[in-house]
Antibody, heavy 116, light 112 residues
Framework: EVQLVESGGDLVQPGGSLRLSCAAS????????MHWVRQGPGKGLVWIAH????????TYAESVKGRFTISRDNAKNTLYLQMNSLRGEDTAVYYC?????????WGQGTLVTVSS | DIVMTQTPLSSPVTLGQPASISCRSS???????????LSWLQQRPGQPPRLLIF???NRFSGVPDRFSGSGAGTDFTLKISRVEAEDVGVYYC?????????FGQGTKVEIK
């Protein structure tokens, strides 16, 4: 069974940094593209970043480009999201998503709150 | 960016009755491999999103057959043949043909 377990969400001050992790199991992690999608409180879904299976190619939403970095460790079956220069509008639940040829598994999410 | 527009945004339904949600994309979702990358997600209250349908009409593992998807090009539909209490939640269409992935605004399905 595919499992994606996010962690690392916390309360952080504006301008601060945070690193999210997503532990994957139940599938061959190194074969899959991965994504981060977030959902603000009471809001819809917003895609923010993608990484290819080997970690050699990444793509970002304009809203996070230059501030967030997606990466992966295939030996540890783990996806990461390094978030710097955090703003209030980054407050959201962050989901990691497995991408397998048009089929998408979602994790349960981790909450990031940016507030002073 | 591709804009995804869902209608209606709210759908009160009687238990056992059908429900239908439409989704229109601002450009074709047909990829060069011949597949159309339109998916439907369900988000129950307090839960993460869950994939229901991928590539227009393919039901994901474990999804009941009362859910069906149809459409082509830029116009798509999700149908629930007979709504059950566990179907309450918000439904999203999403396109994954190009970055950034984009989502519809969400349709709230509730029981009358």
């Amino acid at each position: 069974e595919v499992q994606l377990v996010e962690s690392g969400g916390d309360l952080v001050q504006p301008g601060g940094s945070l690193r999210l992790s997503c532990a994957a199991s139940g599938f061959t992690f190194s074969n899959c593209y991965m994504h981060w999608v977030r959902q603000g409180p009471g809001k819809g879904l917003v895609w923010i970043a993608h990484i290819n299976s080997r970690g050699t190619s990444t793509t970002y939403a304009e809203s996070v480009k230059g501030r967030f970095t997606i990466s992966r460790d295939n030996a540890k079956n783990t996806l990461y999201l390094q978030m710097n220069s955090l703003r209030g509008e980054d407050t959201a639940v962050y989901y990691c998503v497995r991408d397998w040829y048009g089929e998408y598994n979602w994790g349960q999410g981790t909450l990031v709150t940016v507030s002073s | 960016d591709i804009v995804m527009t869902q209608t209606p945004l709210s759908s009160p339904v009687t238990l056992g009755q059908p429900a239908s949600i439409s989704c229109r994309s601002s450009q074709s979702l047909v990829y060069s491999d011949g597949n159309t990358y339109l998916s439907w997600l369900q988000q129950r209250p307090g839960q993460p999103p869950r994939l229901l349908i991928f590539k227009i009409f393919n039901r994901f593992s474990g999804v009941p057959d009362r859910f069906s998807g149809s459409g082509a090009g830029t116009d798509f539909t999700l149908k629930i043949s007979r709504v059950e209490a566990e179907d309450v939640g918000v439904y999203y269409c999403m396109q994954t043909i190009q970055f950034p992935w984009t989502f519809g605004q969400g349709t709230k399905v509730e029981i009358k």
